[in-house]
């Protein structure tokens, strides 16, 4: 077995890390095993994964029934393309099981290894649509501010979080964004008597009108946007996106990598809303995290486009993974967890508990606002009136970690969103932590 040292010593020589950089990897987590929310690292310290992996861990760790359904898979087939003249059976069985599970308009998926690729499927179905549709020029995707979809070069263009621009630019053209519906700090302009919902609806409305409509291919949009802050949008906001979209004959691509799959306390978080899009982009926890996956499901409308275009015009798009038939085996069985244990409305419980604890936090003067929807859950530490960052979210991250919670922080935003098994006391837990870890930090 090796040590903490050696593995980190290598580490340092020969792994680069997402977002890497060697000032954020002084002292990190090596972990070894983990176990329904908890981590064990190798110096055998334990942790709430407080993000449940990165947002995807929805069954918990070490889950044998999922490890078995790779095993069986595997052991029978290792891989076959799924490219046009050839087909594997849990790749048929997934898409089956899928067909107008999140909303009765999807009947069809295409499935991807992530949630980039998804969204890279999706632009580029927005396009071979509106162009067998004769409108070629519609190719530009209005997303938002704080809006994540990925960091290839087309969906980093896409999320509108700038410092994952900033060494990679020029952006690829087409894409731009808008105000996120966020009642914290709304970034747009609010007219007298409007609601924040329908000012950051208007804006959206507006951008189409000055881009020009028949130069707008899609609206690209996260039900609640997760990595930007965990940003829930008001009631009113999706309803009226999907009419202005409609309006102008732009297509609603719904992000729901992060939100697919029960974790707002819905299985799909648009329908919260009655809102269905034409694309849904998914990835994370349709495996719970276990082997990658993701896909992208079209409106049979789409799907009838596609089917209908001449051979020499076909949807030329494609990834040696899209449907691989393991990863697939250990959806379907993950899909028949979280149905039959009831993880879904367990979300919506565990949720409402955890947002109830964070409501306590306000207690603090340096917490601006807690939020939350199901089991995704922030703490934005601001100033409440002026909303300037109190500058501590490291900070507290740093001390949640010394008392064995393990979260991400953006800036001054606190995200949380444990497994969806997560117990009554282990929610109470991961509160009690990030109290301790406040008060630690701001001597309060
Ligand atoms: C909403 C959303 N879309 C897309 C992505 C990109 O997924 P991946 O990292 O699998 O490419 C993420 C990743 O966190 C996400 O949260």
């Known amino acids: 077995m090796l040590d903490q040292t050696t593995l980190v010593e290598k580490d340092r020589k020969h792994l680069l890390h997402p977002l890497h950089h060697p000032s954020a990897h002084e002292a990190p987590l090596v972990i070894e095993s983990g176990h329904g929310v908890w981590l064990r690292t190798v110096d055998g310290k334990e942790y709430i994964d407080g993000l449940a992996g990165l947002w995807n861990v929805l069954v918990g760790h070490g889950n044998t029934e999922l490890a078995e359904a790779a095993r069986e898979q595997m052991t029978n087939l290792a891989y076959t393309s799924n490219y046009i003249g050839a087909a594997n059976i849990p790749a048929i069985e997934l ?57 290839t070069l087309a969906t980093m263009s896409a999320t509108g979080l700038t410092a994952y621009w900033k060494m990679f630019e020029p952006r690829v053209p087409n894409f731009l964004h808008v105000p996120a519906p966020y009642p914290f700090r709304f970034e747009g302009d609010i007219k007298p008597g409007e609601t924040i919902g329908q000012a950051a609806a208007r804006a959206l409305e507006e951008a189409i009108v000055r881009e020009g409509a028949d130069t707008v291919g899609a609206f690209i949009a996260e039900p609640v946007q997760g990595a930007g802050g965990v940003i829930v949008p008001p009631d009113d906001y999706f309803p009226l996106v999907r009419e202005i979209c409609d309006r102008y004959d732009v297509l609603l691509i719904a992000d729901e990598v992060i939100t697919g799959f029960g974790r707002t306390g819905e299985w799909f978080a648009l329908d919260r809303w009655g809102v269905q899009p034409d694309i849904m ?53 993950n899909l028949e967890i979280l149905e039959r244990d009831g993880l879904v409305e367990r979300a919506g419980q565990m949720g409402a508990r955890l947002l109830d604890g964070l409501k306590t936090l306000m207690e603090f003067p340096q917490v601006g606002e807690v939020r939350g929807l199901g089991l995704m859950g922030a703490v934005e530490f601001a100033d409440r009136e002026t909303k300037a960052p109190a500058g501590i979210g490291p900070k507290v991250q740093q001390a949640c970690l010394e008392r064995g919670l393990f979260i991400r922080a953006l800036g001054d935003i606190l995200e949380i969103a444990p497994p969806l098994i997560i117990s009554e006391a282990e929610v109470d837990q991961m509160v009690d932590i990030l109290a301790q870890a406040i008060i630690a930090v701001t001597g309060e």
């Open 95 to 151: 898409a089956d099981r899928l067909a107008g599970f999140a909303y009765p308009n999807l009947n069809t998926t295409y499935f991807t290894s992530g949630g980039a690729e998804s969204n890279e499927s999706a632009f580029k179905t927005v396009r071979f649509y509106w162009k067998r549709q004769g409108r070629p020029n519609k190719v530009k995707i209005i997303a938002r501010q704080h809006g994540y979809h990925g960091v």
């Open 281 to 333: 982009s998914f990835a994370k926890g349709i495996t719970s995290g276990y082997l990658p996956l993701g896909g992208i499901q079209v409106s049979d409308e789409i799907h009838d486009v596609i089917l209908n275009a001449p051979p020499t015009e076909r949807w030329m798009h494609a990834y040696t993974y899209s449907g691989h038939p393991t990863c697939c085996a250990v959806a379907l069985k």
